[in-house]
């Protein structure tokens, strides 16, 4: 007797690289980004693909300078990125030092600029998933946020006052 076929649930949907992989993806995009003098690894976004940039932030319990590659799209003048650890279910570090710490500045391709976050709540984080979905074919969005035990936090990075 054959198992029964299975209705795709997001769950059983998404696949993700083992984490092992994803850390060394994140260890060589920061190290071509050092190696190059920053000449290589940040882009602008375009209208389908989403930007890459750097988030200074400051460490919540150390105090110290920390710095994270992250992908995002612009909403005007706001910078748009999800909390989402390569989809791991802990909170990235650098979101808990954000909610710590609002004031940060982020390093573009065409140079930095000190910004202010916040987690997009209601119809502005609605908003925000709904363009993030449309992005570099990220029909697998909601499966990959089924995977994680907690809501992914969509942070807005607004420029600072």
């Known amino acids: 007797m054959s198992p029964p076929e299975s209705v795709d649930t997001p769950r059983d949907a998404a696949r993700l690289p083992p984490r092992w992989f994803i850390r060394t993806a994140w260890v060589v995009h920061r190290g071509l980004y050092r ?9 602008h976004p375009t209208p389908t693909v989403w930007g890459m940039m750097r988030l200074h932030t400051v460490g919540r319990r150390s105090g110290k300078p920390r ?9 005007g003048d706001d ?23 609002p ?32 992005l570099d074919g990220r029909d697998d969005l909601d499966a990959h946020a089924a995977l994680r035990s907690r809501e992914t936090p969509v942070v807005v990075l607004s420029p600072a006052p």
């Open 35 to 43: 190696v190059t003098g920053g000449r290589l690894g940040l882009r």
């Open 103 to 134: 004031a940060a500045s982020v390093d573009l391709p065409d140079g930095s600029r000190d910004v202010v976050a916040h987690a997009a709540m209601g119809v502005e984080r609605d908003r925000l998933w709904a363009v993030y979905r449309t």
């Open 67 to 75: 710095v994270a590659i992250l992908a995002y799209f612009e909403d």
């Open 79 to 101: 910078l748009v990125t999800l909390a989402m650890n390569g989809w791991g279910d802990p909170p990235p570090a650098w979101w808990l030092n954000l909610e710590a710490t």
